[in-house]
T-cell receptor, first 113, second 109 residues
Framework: DGGITQSPKYLFRKEGQNVTLSCEQN?????MYWYRQDPGQGLRLIYYSQIVNDFQKGDIAEGYSVSREKKESFPLTVTSAQKNPTAFYLC????????????FGPGTRLTVT | DAKTTQPPSMDCAEGRAANLPCNHS???????VYWYRQIHSQGPQYIIH???NNETNEMASLIITEDRKSSTLILPHATLRDTAVYYC??????????FGAGTRLTVKP
């Protein structure tokens, strides 16, 4: 089955540690995205990538970093510089940046204490 | 992207049509209207999109007013599994999605 996978579903970390969230897609999509969602709120864009080896900052990129070395993979690192890292993180992909529809993964709930 | 306004919550009886409104009075000519939904603790799911004409697919219908300042998502026969937060978004295709708080639809037996 084609789709987007994010692992793990739940992640716990101590404050001051960097943590990397995985996102893999086998849809052959060029564009990939990372969003953050806080309780009761909509999604906010962290980073997006339209093509391999290229990515752009979204609205709330501070404290996060990404890489896009392979078309299928777009990992997100939450660094210790992120002030409020506890959130629900969603990865998405689309055929291209011009496409109408984004496909979302199941999300990773990160808790930092 | 144009801002959208949606009611924070709505209820619907199971088996009845759910009509979810969205205001987007500042929409520009090249912006599409998209609807996504998010079931609790899952990723959002695409439902439908349109530019000017009404659209229908296997999930829902989208009715866009002639002046394009508002739209309505219609779930013709709501089931309990349609309980979710529904997001109305307006964007041009090469811009990122801007999700607001959406409408929390509760389908009741």
């Amino acid at each position: 089955d084609g789709g987007i996978t994010q692992s793990p579903k739940y992640l716990f970390r101590k404050e001051g540690q960097n943590v990397t969230l995985s996102c893999e897609q086998n849809l052959n999509h060029d564009a990939m995205y990372w969003y953050r969602q806080d309780p009761g709120q909509g999604l906010r864009l962290i980073y997006y990538s339209q093509i391999v080896n290229d990515f752009q900052k979204g609205d709330i990129a501070e404290g996060y970093s990404v890489s896009r070395e392979k078309k299928e993979s777009f990992p997100l690192t939450v660094t210790s510089a992120q002030k409020n890292p506890t959130a629900f993180y969603l990865c998405a992909s689309s055929i291209g940046a011009l496409s109408y529809e984004q496909y979302f993964g199941p999300g990773t709930r990160l808790t930092v204490t | 992207d144009a801002k959208t306004t949606q009611p924070p919550s709505m209820d619907c009886a199971e088996g009845r049509a759910a009509n979810l409104p969205c205001n987007h009075s500042t929409i520009s000519g090249n912006e599409y209207v998209y609807w996504y939904r998010q079931i609790h603790s899952q990723g959002p799911q695409y439902i439908i999109h349109g530019l000017k004409n009404n659209e229908t697919n296997e999930m829902a219908s989208l009715i866009i007013t002639e002046d394009r300042k508002s739209s309505t998502l219609i779930l013709p026969h709501a089931t309990l599994r349609d309980t979710a937060v529904y997001y109305c978004i307006v964007r041009v295709p090469n811009n990122d999605m801007r999700f607001g708080a959406g409408t929390r639809l509760t389908v009741k037996p």
